[in-house]
């Protein structure tokens, strides 16, 4: 049998995941935005144009069901937010989220995260970079499609402004060694032992899911070096190593 069409969202109305509430109210219909990036447009994002105002930019990417994001843009409505994912599905949710919650500080696009800020986001244009729970993919055939490179790193410090912030999160421990091995390389970057102010119970959707199996999270934040120059942070890239870890749990136990 078909499942039953969900109610409509009432306006005023908290919804929960899992118990935890999603960040945001729901507003009455005449109340909603629209947030989609259908296209990405070709070449450098004009963030300005975007938002139709300027303030400083938060980009979050693989945001999923778009938890952080919603998190982050009702916490600081003086900020913008770009959320990026390469699932079409997930962008879709969240936002309708973002519409219904009357979030006009976000925008959503179904890109992947590489692609986005190789080829969309102007140097030093970005006061924020977020990536929560990137996939370690387990599959050998799979782990040239890891996020987090020396070449992502390369790419997240050329789009940040100078002292910009880099926010890493997972709950895999290979993925987090290798992490740890690499963005300090271009961040002064420092572990954080406690969940994030704005989001005690969890800040993304694969955060409630680990936390609930019982696994570490791990979380840090780091500012963009000020005084790597390109050229530098490019020879730095190419020294690095790629992230060929072993992602089988059993060898990197919580
Ligand atoms: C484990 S989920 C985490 C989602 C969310 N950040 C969270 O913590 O709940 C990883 C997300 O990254 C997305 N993803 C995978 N590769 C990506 C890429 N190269 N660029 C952007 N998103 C990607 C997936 O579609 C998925 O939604």
Same mark, same amino acid.
């Given at each position: 049998m078909a499942n039953p069409p969900r109610p409509a969202p009432q306006p005023g109305s908290i919804e929960k995941e899992f118990g935890v509430p999603i960040p945001g109210r729901i507003l009455p219909q005449e109340q909603w935005v629209q947030t989609a990036l259908k296209k990405v447009p070709?070449? @450098? *994002?004009d963030w300005q144009q975007l938002f139709g105002r300027v303030a400083p930019v938060v980009i979050d990417i693989?945001?999923?069901?778009g938890r952080s994001t919603l998190a982050s843009a009702v916490a600081h409505p003086d900020m913008d937010h770009l959320a990026s994912d390469a699932l079409p599905v997930v962008i879709r949710y969240a936002t309708r989220r973002a519409n219904q919650r009357g979030l006009a500080n976000t925008r959503w696009a179904v890109i992947g995260g590489r692609e986005l800020l190789a080829d969309h986001v102007g140097p030093a244009s970005v006061a924020e970079i977020h990536v929560y729970h990137p996939q370690p993919y387990y599959r050998a055939d799979q782990? @040239?499609?890891? *996020?987090?490179?020396p070449e992502f790193m390369l790419l997240a410090h050329k789009a940040l402004l100078p002292g910009g912030r880099l926010i890493l999160q997972t709950d895999h421990p290979g993925y987090w060694r290798y992490m740890k091995s690499i963005v300090p390389v271009f961040f002064d970057f420092e572990e954080r032992d406690t969940p994030w102010p704005h989001a005690k119970?969890? *800040?993304t959707r694969r955060e409630i899911i680990a936390r609930r199996q019982g696994l570490t999270i791990f979380r840090g934040e780091g500012r963009s070096k000020?005084? *790597?120059?390109l050229n530098t942070a490019i020879h730095l890239a190419e020294s690095l190593p790629l992230p060929?870890?072993?992602?089988d749990r059993k060898k990197h136990p919580k």
């Open positions: 070709q070449g @450098h *994002l693989g945001c999923g069901n782990i @040239h499609l890891r *996020l987090i490179t119970k969890g *800040l000020p005084n *790597l120059d060929t870890f072993n992602a």
